[in-house]
């Protein structure tokens, strides 16, 4: 995200677009050593620790998305276990799936999303079945 555009964004929406980035590296660092079922119970842990604001799921979802753009290698694994983790944050039941099917080239490609609140975010852009166990715990 540039600077100006940054600037631009509310004190709030500031906060949320730093602490996405943070988690995200954290993440994008964990997944290289650990499983994503213990990165998933590690990020649960931190359910207790509410955040103060309980902010829209879409404007959670805008700041990681922002975020992701400053955030090296961040797939959509990343993407969705920090969205998972700062909407739970917020009180927000959440679902995480991870799905594969055919791309557009009928290549077999996985993607990770979010389900929460009737929302979908980061939906994949081809037809992707859950995996089995799908929600993550």
Known sequence: MRARRFARLSPSERELVVRAALLMVGIRVALSVLPVRAIRRALARGRGARASSRA???????????ASAAVPGATCLVEAL?????????????????????????????????????????APRFAASPVAGSPWP
């Open 56 to 66: 829209l799921p879409g404007a959670v979802a805008r700041a990681v998305f922002r």
């Open 82 to 122: 920090a969205l998972t983790a700062l909407l739970e944050r917020r009180g927000h039941a959440v679902r995480l799936v991870i799905g594969f099917g055919t791309g557009p080239l009928g290549s077999l490609e996985g993607h990770a999303w979010v389900e929460t609140d009737g929302g979908v975010f980061g």
